[in-house]
């Protein structure tokens, strides 16, 4: 499976920046068919930049993304408002450079019938950072 890196935009970043074209250089997010516990993934890495729509650059708006040190950790049932999954959790390194640089150790618990059930991100100090979790699958 390949995910497209341009999906980890958040949603209301990605409707601030609606007004720009945005060029995404790099490889996709990869997980392959069969994950086994103790299984290392491959790395990726994307560089975003943008312009106006008239073609100016925007060289305050690149962005470096590098996701490393991805495994598979575990496999575990895990509850969300959409259901029930049996998921393997992945944990990754996601370092992003822009105008300042931040690096975030990720948490993600994958099902391969649905995708991404739930994240979770955590500062290098280790605080809790943020989450996702799939609220409702449609068909």
Excluded: H
């Excluded at 409707?15 to 068919?33: F, R, T, W, Y």
């Excluded at 490393?68 to 992945?90: H, L, M, P, Q, W």
């Excluded at 450079?97 to 931040?102: E, L, P, Q, R």
């Excluded at 975030?104 to 290098?124: A, C, D, L, M, Q």
Aim: proline share 4%; glycine share 6%; aromatic share 8%.
């Amino acid at each position: 499976l390949y995910f497209d890196l341009k999906m980890m935009l958040p949603q209301q970043q990605s409707e601030a920046l609606k007004d720009m074209q945005m060029k995404v250089e790099g490889a996709e997010l990869q997980i392959p068919s069969e994950l086994t516990v103790g299984q290392s993934l491959p790395d990726a890495e994307m560089r975003f930049s943008f312009q106006t729509k008239n073609g100016n650059p925007i060289p305050m708006m690149d962005m470096e993304m590098k996701i490393t040190n991805r495994k598979v950790e575990a496999k575990e049932k895990v509850e969300s408002a959409a259901g029930s999954f049996d998921c393997y959790r992945i944990s990754e390194t996601i370092n992003m450079k822009s105008i300042f640089s931040v690096s975030i150790n990720s948490k993600s618990w994958f099902n391969p019938e649905v995708g991404t059930v739930k994240t979770e991100s955590y500062r290098e100090n280790g605080k809790f950072n943020g989450r996702t979790e799939l609220s409702e699958i449609k068909r």
